[in-house]
T-cell receptor, first 115, second 114 residues
């Protein structure tokens, strides 16, 4: 257990529905990252927060995706009008700003299946 | 897109043997990290090596980095069945206020047979 939690752990939804995932980082960590991982692949970066500010977004993050980190604590990732191609593991990671020594601690992930 | 490429994609060894996994990348980096992932679970950080370092050890792990060849290797000595997992290298191109997004390779699936 890294101290990063994600909820839910599994989500099955029908195409076209909206889903929201939550990530609770390690409490003193000011940085929070979201990644997506499909079967047999490495994780791919989606977006990054420094405190409450969303500072970077990947081109993978289409306009159907939105992420927030109110008050710089927990974060939510919402997918609107889900598509089958959204089926993946969504991973959250948190870290402290430590320059070249920064280490990200990952949560257990939320596995999404879109039918 | 994935920057790193791990080699081999899959590795099967007997308990007690050493396992070596390689990673290549394409751009300049600030650091390179290795992560482990058990099936269907989150990633666990193993070791970080900065771009100005050549070798690092942590317990049974040894990581090397050759920035001239843009490659790294992870050696696990005296492997155990519990080491069975996927291993990923991840690079960080820059760090600081802009964050340290990780770019992962596709991973090596290691199976250690008892």
């Amino acid at each position: 257990d890294t101290g990063v939690s994600q909820d839910p752990r599994h989500k099955i939804t029908k195409r076209g529905q909206n889903v929201t995932f939550r990530c609770d980082p390690i409490s003193e960590h000011n940085r929070l990252y979201w990644y997506r991982q499909t079967l047999g692949q490495g994780p791919e970066f989606l977006t990054y927060f420094q405190n409450e500010a969303q500072l970077e977004k990947s081109r993978l993050l289409s306009d159907r995706f939105s992420a927030e980190r109110p008050k710089g604590s927990f974060s939510t990732l919402e997918i609107q009008r889900t598509e089958q191609g959204d089926s993946a593991m969504y991973l959250c990671a948190s870290s402290l700003d430590q320059g070249v020594r920064e280490t990200q601690y990952f949560g257990p992930g939320t596995r999404l299946l879109v039918l | 897109s994935q920057q790193g490429e791990e080699d081999p994609q899959a590795l099967s060894i007997q308990e007690g043997e050493n396992a070596t996994m390689n990673c290549s990348y394409k751009t300049s980096i600030n650091n390179l990290q290795w992560y482990r992932q058990n099936s269907g679970r989150g990633l666990v950080h193993l070791i970080l090596i900065r771009s100005n370092e050549r070798e690092k050890h942590s317990g049974r792990l040894r990581v090397t980095l050759d920035t001239s060849k843009k490659s790294s290797s992870l050696l696990i000595t005296a492997s155990r069945a519990a080491d069975t997992a996927s291993y990923f290298c991840a690079t960080v191109r820059r760090s600081g206020a802009s964050g340290s997004r990780l770019t992962f390779g596709e991973g090596t699936q290691l199976t250690v047979n008892p």
